[in-house]
């Protein structure tokens, strides 16, 4: 049985947990920008919805209208083994942050666990084998140690606080993706590429919130919101072209603006950089 908190005005909204604080029902706006920071395509879902969910879905339709990409940023809520799987096998850069481990302190944290691809299965710092077990229905390889010479360990208070001495480590059968991810991430291609982001999405979310007041929305239902999102990321990209035109100039042929646009967008739309991102909009 799973217990869930439903809205009574708008059931259609979801739940939006961000820490132990903030717990409201809202939507979330899944958006897709290019590098000069034009959104070419969005999806709103209820705010328990996360984000991974989503993101074949968007990256799909965004690479058919517009073109697959040489390289997609994401934030922490997109790193996942599957959507690294899907950009790896498309042949798309993946760019993807770093994401600080849940260990609790005091306790050695997963990368001193080395793992042998060759014996599947993880050395302890102490030098012990930890063996495959089973393979949970989420897709996790867990391996365990062996009690009897973990109860011995010098390192014990520091590996596990497991009342049968027993250390259990799990390892998703796509781990493999996210260790490449991990690799990419240290160079300096990866480096440059992710610092645009606060350029981009970012922008895209603080100028939708800020200026076109989308930090709360007053409507009701997934439709309605959904509409309200489109024709926001519609005049803030008119917005963009018209900044783009005065300083390119005015001329007076009537075509020029088509021609404009057009060339635009085959030049710098579609090519180099998309960068995903997620913004929750609080009903009220």
Same mark, same amino acid.
């Given at each position: 049985?799973?217990?869930?908190?439903?809205?009574?005005?708008?059931?259609?909204?979801?739940?939006?947990?961000?820490?132990?604080?903030?717990?409201?029902?809202?939507?979330?706006?899944?958006?897709?920008?290019?590098?000069?920071?034009?959104?070419?395509?969005?999806?709103?879902?209820?705010?328990?919805?996360?984000?991974?969910?989503?993101? #074949? !879905?968007?990256?799909?339709?965004?690479?058919?209208?517009?073109?697959?990409?040489?390289? *997609?940023?994401? $934030?922490?809520?997109? /790193?996942?083994?599957?959507?690294?799987?899907?950009?790896?096998?498309?042949?798309?850069?993946?760019?993807?942050?770093?994401?600080?481990?849940?260990?609790?302190?005091?306790?050695?944290?997963?990368?001193?666990?080395?793992?042998?691809?060759?014996?599947?299965?993880?050395?302890?710092?102490?030098?012990?084998?930890?063996?495959?077990?089973?393979?949970?229905?989420?897709?996790?390889?867990?391996?365990?140690?062996?009690?009897?010479?973990?109860?011995?360990?010098?390192?014990?208070?520091?590996?596990?606080?497991?009342?049968?001495?027993?250390?259990?480590?799990?390892?998703?059968?796509?781990?493999?993706?996210?260790?490449?991810?991990?690799?990419?991430?240290?160079? #300096? !291609?990866?480096?440059?590429?992710?610092?645009?982001?606060?350029?981009?999405?970012?922008? *895209?979310?603080? $100028?939708?919130?800020? /200026?076109?007041?989308?930090?709360?929305?007053?409507?009701?239902?997934?439709?309605?919101?959904?509409?309200?999102?489109?024709?926001?990321?519609?005049?803030?990209?008119?917005?963009?072209?018209?900044?783009?035109?005065?300083?390119?100039?005015?001329?007076?042929?009537?075509?020029?603006?088509?021609?404009?646009?057009?060339?635009?967008?085959?030049?710098?739309?579609?090519?180099?950089?998309?960068?995903?991102?997620?913004?929750?909009?609080?009903?009220?």
């Amino acid at each position: 049985m799973k217990e869930v908190k439903v809205s009574t005005t708008d059931p259609e909204s979801g739940l939006f947990v961000k820490g132990e604080k903030e717990r409201v029902f809202a939507y979330s706006v899944h958006t897709a920008c290019d590098r000069n920071g034009f959104v070419l395509g969005t999806k709103v879902t209820a705010g328990n919805v996360h984000d991974s969910t989503v993101f #074949e !879905e968007l990256f799909e339709q965004v690479c058919r209208d517009f073109g697959k990409p040489y390289a *997609v940023a994401v $934030d922490a809520g997109y /790193k996942t083994p599957y959507i690294a799987k899907i950009l790896i096998d498309e042949q798309v850069r993946p760019i993807m942050p770093y994401t600080r481990p849940q260990t609790k302190d005091g306790f050695f944290r997963k990368h001193e666990y080395v793992y042998d691809e060759y014996y599947d299965c993880y050395l302890c710092p102490n030098n012990q084998i930890l063996t495959y077990e089973t393979t949970t229905k989420d897709g996790y390889r867990i391996y365990r140690s062996n009690p009897e010479i973990c109860r011995s360990c010098p390192f014990l208070h520091q590996c596990t606080a497991s009342k049968n001495h027993t250390k259990r480590i799990s390892r998703h059968i796509g781990a493999h993706y996210i260790e490449e991810v991990d690799h990419l991430r240290h160079t #300096e !291609e990866n480096k440059q590429i992710y610092a645009q982001r606060k350029e981009t999405i970012e922008r *895209v979310f603080a $100028d939708m919130k800020e /200026k076109h007041g989308m930090r709360w929305t007053t409507l009701r239902g997934l439709k309605k919101v959904t509409m309200q999102a489109m024709l926001t990321f519609a005049a803030m990209n008119l917005k963009k072209l018209a900044t783009w035109l005065w300083k390119s100039g005015r001329p007076k042929d009537k075509n020029f603006l088509y021609q404009f646009i057009i060339n635009r967008s085959h030049n710098k739309l579609s090519m180099g950089l998309y960068a995903f991102g997620s913004l929750s909009s609080i009903c009220i």
